[in-house]
């Protein structure tokens, strides 16, 4: 129990620190607070810290010197790609930057993901893709919804046969989530997207590559559109 106890200490301190630097709090450049000070703060022990340090340095947030201390690094070296920086920078959303950032990966992705599914989806991946595109089609509220859209689009590239593909989307999932989530709740109907993941399984299930890809880039740039017209009407209203 003891152990429990003293890595869940270890993962508090993970989170505390990282995502206060990932959501801004603590800027590029700033010195975090000297090893003892800190450990008092955080009510963790020295070697605890250390630990946890030791991994946001890891993700490429900190860096320590011996002379200077640890000062929090510029955001170009860090991991972007860790599932907890991920998770820290969703935890901020919506930020237009982010947002616009996660739409551009999604536009270089996803459409050359539902290009190949369409060439070499077997039956048992089209059919999944179908099951996801009727949970979406039976969803009664946003979250179910946002979970059977995050499984179309896990469903779509599976089928695309990449394992290189496969194993991003096991990394991204988190902010791809995040984004779907978004999109929904910002549409006056939360299904509005539907005619727009038909049109992708049934590019798949015809086998035309071509039609898949723009249906799937079609999907994204009017998820983008949406996305910026609420925000637009957000400001105005305020």
């Given at each position: 129990m003891r152990q429990i106890a003293v890595r869940n200490l270890h993962d508090q301190v993970i989170q505390e620190i990282g995502r206060m630097i990932v959501v801004g709090e603590i800027k590029p450049g700033d010195l975090l607070p000297r090893e003892e000070t800190l450990a008092q703060r955080m009510a963790v022990s020295r070697s605890a810290l250390r630990e946890a340090l030791k991994v946001l340095g890891s993700k490429g947030l900190i860096e320590t010197k011996q002379k200077t201390g640890t000062r929090v690094r510029d955001p170009r070296f860090w991991n972007q790609l860790d599932a907890d920086v991920l998770a820290w920078r969703c935890a901020s959303m919506p930020t237009d930057d982010f947002v616009e950032k996660l739409v551009e990966m999604r536009e270089i992705i996803e459409p050359a993901a539902a290009s190949a599914a369409a060439r070499r989806r077997t039956p048992a991946q089209l059919e999944a893709i179908r099951n996801a595109y009727e949970a979406m089609e039976a969803a009664q509220d946003q979250?179910?919804?946002?979970?059977?859209?995050?499984?179309?689009?896990?469903?779509?590239?599976?089928?695309?046969?990449?394992?290189?593909?496969?194993?991003?989307?096991?990394?991204?999932?988190?902010?791809?989530?995040?984004?779907?989530?978004?999109?929904?709740?910002?549409?006056?109907?939360?299904k509005y997207s539907l005619p727009r993941h038909h049109a992708v399984y049934d590019a798949i299930r015809l086998k035309r590559p071509e039609m898949a890809r723009e249906a799937m880039h079609g999907m994204i740039v009017d998820s983008r559109a949406n996305i910026k017209r609420r925000g637009r009407t957000r400001k105005t209203k305020s």
């Open positions: 979250q179910a919804w946002t979970r059977a859209d995050l499984e179309f689009h896990a469903s779509v590239l599976e089928a695309a046969n990449n394992e290189l593909l496969g194993s991003l989307f096991s990394v991204i999932d988190t902010a791809l989530e995040a984004y779907l989530l978004l999109s929904a709740s910002t549409a006056a109907n939360f």
